[in-house]
């Protein structure tokens, strides 16, 4: 699909979001130069996983998220709190009370990245 020709209203998007209770499944909402704007809910402990496609932002919107990282100590964020996993660095995303985000990925990248399984979604359009 295109970009939209019209504004998007992220929370009408999070209210069809949570329609779905769908958890760890992102649903992209807008696209710009070569990468996918997404929204997805949260909750639990997803795969450990890394992303050779390009870096990956994250972007709390309701609850907390702790990004734990191999190779460093973990991030913990809450809402309106950003951060962005390096290309290559291996993570997993963790939440036990759930939460909303905004995901910032190349197009096309898979959310379990090169782990597979699953969890892995095509990113489908909301």
Same mark, same amino acid.
């Given at each position: 699909?295109?970009?939209?020709?019209?504004?998007?209203?992220?929370?009408?998007?999070l209210?069809k979001?949570e329609?779905?209770?769908?958890?760890w499944?992102?649903?992209?909402?807008?696209?710009?130069?070569?990468?996918?704007?997404?929204?997805?809910?949260f909750?639990g402990e997803? &795969?450990?996983?890394?992303?050779t =496609? $390009?870096?990956?932002?994250?972007?709390?919107?309701? *609850?907390? %998220? @702790?990004?734990?990282?191999?190779?460093?100590d973990?991030v913990?964020?809450?809402p309106?709190?950003?951060?962005?996993?390096?290309?290559?660095?291996?993570?997993?995303?963790?939440?036990?009370?759930?939460?909303? &985000?905004v995901?910032l990925?190349? =197009? $096309?990248?898979?959310?379990t990245?090169?782990?597979? *399984?699953? %969890? @892995?979604?095509?990113?489908?359009?909301?």
């Amino acid at each position: 699909m295109a970009r939209p020709d019209k504004p998007v209203n992220l929370a009408e998007k999070l209210e069809k979001l949570e329609e779905l209770d769908a958890y760890w499944t992102p649903r992209t909402v807008m696209e710009v130069n070569g990468l996918e704007l997404k929204v997805s809910r949260f909750k639990g402990e997803f &795969v450990w996983h890394s992303h050779t =496609e $390009g870096d990956e932002l994250f972007l709390v919107l309701r *609850g907390t %998220l @702790t990004i734990e990282l191999r190779d460093r100590d973990a991030v913990r964020l809450g809402p309106g709190e950003l951060f962005v996993v390096p290309k290559g660095v291996e993570h997993r995303p963790v939440t036990p009370e759930g939460c909303d &985000v905004v995901l910032l990925d190349p =197009e $096309g990248a898979l959310n379990t990245g090169d782990a597979g *399984g699953a %969890l @892995t979604r095509d990113a489908e359009w909301l």
